[in-house]
């Protein structure tokens, strides 16, 4: 398997994972007429707004397997030191072969020792989903609250989903001096 930055050239094969990831209740929160051409266009625009968008490809078949995508707030020189609302898609065809976690382990390795301005990586699941609040923890991501009622579903029905956040391991949010409680 293959990981790098995405093209241009992976724009349809970015739009067929992406609607898939859409057609499942635990995949992304956007609807499948959300991903759009314009969408995606957007998506593989990031890394040159300082944003990050790999993806994974099988050496079995050369498809693209996997995608991960998370960028900065735009304008909002407050919060340039993280990227938010990482998401990750798995093609259906390659769920359960570990490029999940191998996708995860080297965008956050790239954030690591590529950039070292990013201090924080923020993604967001259903509370519900406790597959994936364990895999994320397991990568390193803490929980940090919930949004009560955020999400509205298709049928109406209001899911919660939690924020969690990984700190890179370059910076120490802990370590005191650089953070101010106000």
């Not at 930055?5 to 992976?10: E, I």
């Not at 029905?157 to 650089?178: K, Q």
């Amino acid at each position: 398997m293959q990981i790098r930055l995405l093209t241009s050239a992976d724009a349809p094969r970015l739009l067929e994972l992406y609607r898939l990831a859409t057609a499942t209740a635990e995949g992304l929160i956007r609807e499948p007429d959300e991903i759009t051409p314009q969408y995606i266009t957007r998506i593989l625009a990031l890394p040159a707004k300082g944003g990050i968008a790999l993806g994974l490809i099988a050496s079995d078949s050369g498809d693209l397997a996997g995608a991960i995508h998370a960028y900065p707030w735009p304008g909002i020189r407050a919060v340039r030191h993280l990227l938010t609302d990482l998401t990750i898609a798995v093609h259906p065809r390659h769920q359960g072969k570990g490029y999940g976690r191998h996708l995860f382990q080297h965008f956050l390795g790239m954030v690591e020792s590529e950039r070292p301005d990013i201090l924080r990586v923020e993604l967001y699941t259903y509370s519900t989903n406790l597959r994936n609040r364990s895999f994320y923890e397991s990568l390193g991501f803490v929980l940090e609250g919930s949004h009560r009622g955020k999400i509205l579903d298709r049928s109406g029905a209001l899911y919660t989903p939690i924020s969690m956040a990984w700190f890179n391991p370059a910076f120490d949010p802990t370590a005191g001096e650089r953070i101010t409680d106000r």
